[in-house]
């Protein structure tokens, strides 16, 4: 076991170790949730408009791809990392996933090149996926195998909350780039600039990284000649290996997995398509509760050293399970204007007639009308008249969006803000926790696997699953159960928290085999 007490040198080297681990993995992260965070105009990009519903399902089906395939990732690259090293392997994943990212930023629209451009942002977001797989592990295991094992939780937390503040960047760099220029001019163009700056932000945790050295624990094990021959056969075919590996999936990650993105990727969703509320207000409820709760990653990492990682993520699996649906229910009725009374005086009505270079016709009708409770419901009606002669249809559109009036946006982003508290409990101390379950050297692979099949397809396909039900929930209600999608999370997280109280050892120190 590692001293509990670091020099002045080893504690300068421990934080340059976490500054760089956590600067990529950040980036990784902002890579992987910009498409998540654009999901309604990448919706309109790449699919066809005839059936929007089935073109927003198809885009958050394609975001879930990259998270369905994290586990093959987290099995290629967590093979080499045990083989090669650690530092090598995180930094391919980074230039993939980087690369990837890119390359969405330059994939043309379905208007151009058919169904040729869902194809290929699928093959990306794929690669995204498989990169990401190996990235995590890595990052966790290389601060990890730093740090003393007596403040694990607490050194391997700021790793955690990379995850958070990559959705956060993505969130801020998104309303930055909208903001300058344009609301129009983003939706046709400028949605791609989030993705191209990831190249710039590649380079730089390259040359970060490339100032790294190997992790002490595997440098040790190589200059002893035990690295593991074969790190897929030990850590899966070996049955006590095997049988920890489960516990850490069905006992910890699949909870922790649904939490995470049913507190910040599906809150989003909710409060956009489902309570309607505006394009930047919805962004900004999320962006201002991430940056309040991010400090609790770091809080219940350092808790967890001191009462156990397992009380801590059992908890948050538990009030998850109590709490969801009355939060989701204040959340939605917040936003619902049906209720509310509105103040006739304030109505305005305003409207546009323009004509196209082809000579159609365009009415444009907006009405505000604004409730008594400060909240806005602007509704646009858009008439579109073909010109006499034209093989074109007329077609009418009509939107609808929410503007929170200041008690009712404070209120949602406290409702917000009591989903990332539960995020941070099961997820700040989920690093440590998985370190401590496996030897150093199949620690890379083993890890990894139940981490990502956790977050990556019970977790990740939560927003599909979720918003899935809710639009099923449609045949059978009218208008829907607006709160049909958080079964999904709630069953998970249950079966996790029994299934977690019975088999999990509650850790407050490392007991590991190094």
């Not at 995204?128 to 740090?147: I, N, R």
């Not at 005086?345 to 196209?356: C, L, S, V, Y």
């Not at 016709?361 to 009606?381: D, P």
């Not at 929170?404 to 946006?409: E, H, K, Q, T, V």
């Amino acid at each position: 076991m590692q001293p509990t007490a670091l020099t002045s040198q080893e504690k300068s080297k421990l934080w340059f170790v976490i500054a760089a681990s956590s600067v990529g993995t950040l980036i990784e992260w902002y890579d992987f949730y910009i498409f998540g965070s654009l999901a309604v105009i990448l919706s309109e990009q790449f699919f066809p408009q005839t059936h929007p519903t089935a073109a927003f399902l198809s885009t958050l089906a394609t975001f879930a791809a990259g998270f369905i395939v994290r586990p093959f990732g987290a099995l290629v690259f967590g093979r080499l990392g045990d083989l090669v090293g650690r530092k090598y392997t995180f930094l391919v994943t980074l230039v993939l996933m980087g690369g990837s990212t890119f390359a969405i930023g330059l994939v043309p629209g379905y208007q151009s090149i058919g169904l040729f451009a869902p194809a290929l942002v699928l093959v990306l977001r794929l690669l995204q996926g498989l990169a990401l797989g190996g990235e995590y592990g890595g990052a966790a295991t290389y601060v990890a195998e730093h740090a003393p094992a007596a403040k694990r939780g607490f050194y391997t937390s700021f790793i955690q909350t990379t995850a958070t503040l990559g959705l956060f960047v993505s969130i801020g760099v998104i309303l930055a780039v909208r903001q300058t220029i344009g609301v129009e001019a983003f939706a046709e163009w400028g949605w791609r600039i989030p993705f191209l700056l990831s190249s710039l932000l590649v380079v730089v945790s390259v040359f970060i990284r490339m100032r790294m050295s190997e992790s002490p624990l595997f440098s040790k094990l190589k200059s002893e000649g035990k690295v593991s021959k074969n790190p897929l056969k030990e850590s899966f075919a070996n049955k006590e290996n095997l049988k920890l590996v489960l516990i850490a999936l069905f006992g910890a990650t699949a909870g922790q997995g649904v939490v995470w993105y049913t507190g910040q990727f599906y809150a989003m969703t909710f409060i956009e398509k489902t309570c309607s509320v505006e394009f930047v207000q919805t962004r900004n409820i999320i962006a201002v509760a991430l940056l309040i709760g991010t400090p609790l990653f770091i809080y219940f990492g350092w808790l967890s050293d001191r009462i156990g990682r397992k009380m801590i993520m059992m908890v948050g699996l538990l009030m998850a399970v109590v709490l969801y649906r009355p939060v989701y229910m204040q959340m939605y009725a917040l936003a619902d204007v049906t209720h509310q009374k509105e103040a006739t005086a304030d109505k305005r009505i305003q409207r546009t007639r323009t004509i196209t270079d082809a000579g159609d016709s365009l009415l444009t009708v907006q009405t505000i009308r604004t409730f008594e409770e400060g909240n806005q419901q602007k509704e646009t009606a858009t008439h579109f008249v073909p010109k006499a002669g034209s093989d074109k249809k007329a077609k009418d559109d009509v939107k609808k969006e929410i503007v929170l009036g200041d008690y009712a946006f404070w209120a949602m982003v406290v409702l917000v803000l009591v989903q990332v508290v539960l995020v941070a409990m099961v997820y700040g101390p989920i690093a440590a926790f998985l370190v401590e379950l496996f030897p150093t050297r199949i620690r890379y692979t083993s890890m990894s696997l139940p981490y990502h099949i956790g977050n990556g397809i019970f977790g990740g396909l939560t927003p599909f699953i979720a918003t899935s039900l809710y639009e099923s929930s449609k045949e059978h209600t009218p208008g829907g159960d607006p709160f049909a999608g958080l079964w999904y999370p709630i069953i998970v997280a249950a079966v996790c928290f029994v299934v977690g109280m019975i088999f999990l050892k509650n850790r407050k120190v490392a007991d590991v085999i190094d």
